[in-house]
């Protein structure tokens, strides 16, 4: 199975802020690397799949980037509804599919 | 609009059975497959299992592997998870997620969750 390591588990920002988020796997995952978004009690949603390609909808301020075993998620300018979970999760090497623990963005 | 809705969670006590249920609506249900992804509360996200579009292939987290059945019915536009020997660590909330067009990609649409609980 490959393991997903994202850093750091939490973070505190500011508005206007801007935020990175590592994801890092021992071996290459290719770009096969996506990355979501999750409010308290609500569903993952989707932001970045295929390690930068912004999904349907999602705002320009986030943008992912990396490929082999290392990716980055940024917020460019984090903004009030930002604050969140995300997790990485790579298909690369499936089953299982794999997600990382999760990056708390919460407000300084 | 596109959407899934799950149902079927409840309280179930250890070594018992439960079947979880995802209702699909405003998309090609029969060409997609599906995921099922479970998160205990507080912790992050675990994959449950995976089926193909036509429900020939399907694949398991080795921590459910011969207690959860999933299976889809595309004449009704519904996911299922069967599950049997219910254990306390299988308490989560059970999330169905439709997996994108492409193999490598990811999961874009995801339903509100049901939430399972095993416990006397």
């Known amino acids: 199975d490959i393991q997903m390591t994202q850093s750091p588990s939490s973070l505190s920002a500011s508005v206007g802020d801007r935020v990175t988020i590592t994801c890092r796997t021992r071996?290459?995952?290719?770009?096969?690397l996506n990355w979501y978004q999750q409010k308290p009690g609500k569903a993952p949603k989707l932001l970045i799949y295929?390690?930068?390609s912004l999904q349907s909808g999602v705002p320009s301020r986030f943008s992912g980037s990396g490929s082999g075993t290392d990716f980055t998620l940024t917020i460019s300018s984090l903004q009030p509804e930002d604050f969140a979970t995300y997790y990485c999760?790579?298909?690369?090497?499936?089953?299982?599919?794999?997600f990382g623990g999760g990056t708390k963005v919460e407000i300084k | 609009e596109v959407q899934l809705v799950e149902s079927g969670g409840g309280l179930v006590q250890p070594g018992g059975s439960l079947r979880l249920s995802c209702a699909a609506s405003?998309?090609?249900?029969?060409?997609?497959?599906m995921h099922w992804v479970r998160q205990v509360p507080g912790k992050g996200l675990v994959w449950v299992s995976r089926?193909?579009?036509?429900?020939?292939?399907?694949n398991y987290a080795d921590s459910v592997k011969g207690r959860f059945t999933i299976s889809r019915d595309n004449a009704k536009n519904t996911l299922y998870l069967q599950m049997s020997s219910l254990r306390a660590e299988d308490t989560a909330v059970y999330y169905c997620?439709?997996?994108?067009?492409?193999?490598?990609?990811?999961?874009?649409?995801w339903g509100q969750g049901t939430t399972v609980t095993v416990s006397s």
């Open positions: 405003g998309f090609t249900f029969s060409t997609y497959w």
């Open positions: 999760q790579q298909s690369f090497s499936t089953p299982p599919l794999t």
């Open positions: 997620a439709r997996h994108q067009r492409d193999y490598y990609y990811g999961m874009d649409v």
């Open positions: 295929e390690a930068s």
């Open positions: 071996q290459s995952i290719n770009r096969y």
């Open positions: 089926i193909n579009s036509d429900g020939s292939s399907t």
